[in-house]
């Protein structure tokens, strides 16, 4: 290998130690990734509760960190352990923001102190390096900080500003990634002084937003180069209808704005070794896969669906409950697909009006619709091994991961095209046996019943059928191809390196 990159991945959640979504997948995977190219890629991010069930040792780094916040000095720590892949994390620690039941809030809503906790985060982040820059034989400085969604906006505004002629830092260059343009940090300029950042960042060209203080806005304006989760995201996002106010400075960054595909770790995501399934399959032997399917009827309670040609394809849902999802089309759409033979699940947890509406589906229609409210996930591979379709209406979608894991499973995705959904999953073609699912155009139950018909077409040609499944599992979205142009695009942003930290480090 040519360049061996030093980087810290800043997020607010990784897997396996917090996860609510997508964010905490990639969080994890694309370090994991780099560093089997030989990059030195490292993880930061806050120490809540309980991750320490997912560390073997963690150690203490820098036991006395502290970390302005308004007027204040926020006292914290960095510790550090490594994933089971050999990933160095390192965790932000503060008790009084990140001990808690949840990530960002409760099932009430977000918590009301966000703000300072990540403006904390933020701001200790860049403290941590230059507390570490340092620490002896824990010394390491980055090349590159990459930093992901709102809550790591502020760190590109406070390098380019407060932080700009710390010799620790003067010379790290940031990448930016959006993994969902519509959760953006925005609040009231009242907060703007616990930012520590001088008013004159508060305008429309800086972090000002409609009179509010926009914390993702700050990482898309000051960050040298931004990426999104899929091509046809980044191009999306500079439109009005998906750009969420944010369009015009999207379009003003296009030349700095990269579209790079989310994988999934193929280690974990496997069917052939995912201990909470009944029986292993692959594309070699995917026999596994029916014995998987009888065992999730079972276990969700659903009648006699179609083997071989019979009445029609069990059709899965593995989801966050918003309005995002298109779960209203989908409620719209059951009665249709239940005529079309199929049979529906649904593991999913969120907003409480969905919750309550997909529960009183199952009511409905016993044996038929089977709603499981929570976050499982075993459920979550026990479904995508049993599925046949995975059914995916997103209003947007960044990337998604759902239609990855459904294609290495085996699970036909049937998906709206946008975003990332648009540009990893291609229509079947019968007759050239070409395509890995359904996709459908219009928001609009006409539309995806349209697609769930071609789907259960397919599904009672069981030879056609066998060919398509195949066509999925053997799609590889796994992460080295994307890891490889994240390399490429960091190696554009490096800069000339400064002083040395005071001792190298591995
Ligand atoms: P998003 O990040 O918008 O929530 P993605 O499709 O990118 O959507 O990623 C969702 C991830 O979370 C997938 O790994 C999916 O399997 C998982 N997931 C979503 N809901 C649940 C749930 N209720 N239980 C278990 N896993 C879930």
């Keep these: 290998m040519a360049q061996r990159l030093r980087v810290l991945l800043v997020a607010s959640e990784a897997s396996p130690f917090a996860k609510t979504g997508g964010l905490g997948d990639v969080a994890a995977a694309l370090p994991r990734a780099l560093r089997a190219l030989g990059h030195d890629v490292r993880i930061l991010m806050p120490r809540y509760r309980g991750v320490e069930r997912h ?149 429309p060209a800086g972090i000002e937003f409609y009179g509010k203080l926009n914390f993702l806005k700050g990482g898309l304006v000051f960050s040298n180069l931004l990426t999104t989760v899929s091509r046809t995201y980044a191009a999306e996002i500079r439109t009005p209808e998906f750009g969420n106010g944010l369009e015009g400075v999207l379009e003003e960054r296009a030349q700095d704005l990269h579209g790079v595909v989310n994988g999934i770790d193929y280690e974990q995501w496997n069917p052939a070794k995912d201990p909470a399934l009944p029986r292993s399959y692959s594309p ?137 959904l648009a540009d990893t999953v291609t229509e079947f073609d019968g007759a050239r046996r070409t395509g890995t699912g359904f996709l459908f155009d219009a928001f609009s139950a006409d539309a995806l019943l349209d697609a769930v018909r071609r789907a259960a077409a397919a599904f009672r040609r069981p030879e056609l059928w066998g060919a398509l499944v195949k066509n999925a599992m053997t799609e590889d979205f796994s992460w080295d191809t994307s890891a490889r142009e994240y390399a490429q695009l960091y190696k554009k942003v490096l800069r000339p390196q400064g002083a040395k930290p005071s001792r190298r480090s591995r």
């Design 284 to 420: 070699a032997e995917p026999e596994g896969k029916l014995v998987c399917r009888e065992a999730l009827r079972r276990e969700l309670g659903l009648t006699d669906v179609g083997l071989n040609g019979g009445p029609g394809p069990l059709v899965a849902m593995i989801t966050r409950l918003a309005g995002q999802k298109g779960l209203d089309v989908a409620l719209e759409s059951l009665p249709g697909m239940l005529d079309a033979g199929c049979r529906v699940a649904l593991l999913g947890s969120g907003e409480a009006s969905l919750e309550e509406a997909w529960t009183h589906a199952a009511a409905r229609h016993p044996g038929t619709v089977a709603v499981r409210i929570g976050y499982d996930p075993e459920l979550a591979s026990r479904m995508y091994a049993g599925a046949d379709c995975v059914l995916m209406p997103s209003r947007y979608e960044p990337c998604g991961l759902a239609q990855l894991i459904a294609l290495r499973y085996g699970a036909v995705p049937v998906v709206r095209r946008t975003g990332g």
């Design 55 to 203: 560390a073997s040792v963690i150690r203490t780094v820098v036991p006395r960190l502290e970390v302005p916040v308004g007027d204040r000095r926020v006292e914290s720590a960095l510790l550090a352990t490594e994933t089971s892949a050999g990933v160095p994390v390192y965790f932000l620690q503060q008790d009084r923001y990140f001990d808690r039941d949840g990530l960002y809030g409760t099932g009430d809503g977000d918590y009301s102190d966000n703000c300072e906790r990540f403006v904390f985060f933020c701001r200790g982040a860049l403290e941590a390096l230059i507390a570490l820059d340092g620490e002896g034989r824990e010394a390491w400085r980055p090349q590159i900080i990459h930093a992901n969604d709102w809550q790591t906006g502020l760190i590109s505004v406070y390098l380019r500003t407060l932080y700009r002629d710390h010799p620790a830092l003067s010379a790290v260059a940031t990448v930016f990634t959006i993994h969902n343009l519509a959760y953006q940090g925005v609040f009231w300029h009242h907060d703007m002084p616990m930012t520590g950042l001088g008013w004159d960042v508060f305008t």
